[in-house]
């Protein structure tokens, strides 16, 4: 009895795959590899080892080319590793490939990101959006790529819609696509009903990049108890709060789902009517975690997310979360200086609190 629960907890044991065409790019490969990691944990799996090849040119069959392949072969039947993860998005062709010849679970980035989307996935719209997300990735990679998983087991890149949907027809697939399309136009038509209805209030939205505090410093702003974890993705759902900054002064705040480098633009269409809320926001308030290396990366790529969908004039105050968690302070003064009229706080201590409330009074009251 004890031994089934013991293998019923077990891991799903993980490889990770970068591949880089120059030595120097060893420091970004790292930190990709860092992230990477804690994507896995957050699906549920524990990285066994990680291989970072230099290879010139992609391999076009094999992506890392087919004697790397043979080598990472060995190391799975080895050491029984479940999954083969690569850090970026293969072809359908590189997939079925490397699923051959290695003979096990191959998933990539987009797949995983998007399996721990639909992890997380509560409510209706947000289980819509990344069904819809992933049968559009799929779609194309129909032919030997469902029945592989099914083959090879469940897991991580095979939450969501499930094996059974991966292994119909094309046309029953696109038809369910369609079907999904039309109920997020549906949902879509109701929040801007609901957006008209808040017209004559301010309206923030926090944006930025996953895992940055979000949640938690929407908590400290309008002393809601809402749901924080330590992992990627946690919110999915634009979650909308009023709070005064003053006695006179009532404001909507919304929390959006987190950004992340080379984020599926599948999920990023998907998610389209979710990220509304900051399209249709009066300010941005930019929260960035600076305990974190790679704090300059993550605000270009967040910008640029926010160009993507349209909000790249919004107005914006950029806050440098968890300074709790940083030990130099010049390291602190060098960012604010860096981003002019940034802000220093701790969401979790609520250290700064009250100079963002007053900047947001300033802003209201000067625009």
Do not use: W
Request: with cysteine.
């Amino acid at each position: 009895m004890k031994q089934n629960t013991k293998q019923e907890q077990r891991k799903e044991k993980v490889l990770l795959v970068s591949l880089i065409n120059d030595s120097a790019k060893r420091h970004k490969a790292i930190y990709r590899f860092e992230e990477l990691e804690g994507l896995v944990r957050t699906a549920g799996g524990e990285v066994f080892e990680k291989i970072l090849q230099i290879r010139e040119k992609v391999d076009p069959s094999y992506y890392i080319g087919k004697g790397k392949a043979i080598e990472i072969k060995s190391i799975v039947e080895r050491f029984h590793v479940d999954t083969v993860l690569f850090d970026t998005e293969l072809s359908p062709a590189q997939q079925k490939n490397l699923e051959d010849l290695i003979g096990a679970k191959i998933v990539d980035r987009n797949v995983l990101i998007m399996d721990i989307f639909a992890l997380h996935a509560r409510t209706r719209e947000a289980k819509i959006q990344v069904e819809l997300a992933q049968l559009k990735y799929r779609l194309p990679r129909l032919t030997g790529f469902g029945v592989e998983l099914s083959r090879l087991g469940g897991g991580i890149g095979t939450r969501g819609p499930g094996e059974k949907k991966l292994e119909v027809e094309k046309r029953r697939i696109k038809e369910r696509i369609q079907r999904l399309e039309k109920e997020l136009k549906f949902i879509e038509k109701v929040r801007k009903v609901q957006s008209k209805r808040r017209k004559e209030v301010f309206k923030i939205a926090l944006v930025g990049y996953t895992n940055a505090g979000k949640s938690t410093l929407m908590n400290a702003l309008a002393k809601e108890d809402l749901k924080v974890e330590d992992s990627y993705f946690s919110t999915l759902d634009a979650t909308t709060r009023k709070f005064y900054i003053d006695e006179n002064l009532r404001v909507v705040i919304s929390d959006t789902v987190g950004f992340i480098e080379d984020l599926p633009p599948y999920l990023v269409a998907s998610f389209r009517s979710t990220l509304s809320v900051a399209t249709d926001a009066d300010l941005l308030i930019h929260v960035v975690d600076v305990s974190r290396p790679g704090v300059d990366e993550r605000i270009r790529i967040v910008n640029d997310t926010l160009k993507e969908i349209g909000c790249e004039s919004k107005s914006k105050i950029i806050v440098f979360n968890k300074i709790d968690l940083v030990l130099e302070e010049t390291v602190l003064l060098r960012y604010r200086d860096r981003y002019d009229g940034s802000i220093l706080l701790s969401a979790e201590s609520r250290e700064g609190i009250d100079e963002l409330k007053n900047r947001i009074k300033e802003y209201i009251l000067n625009r």
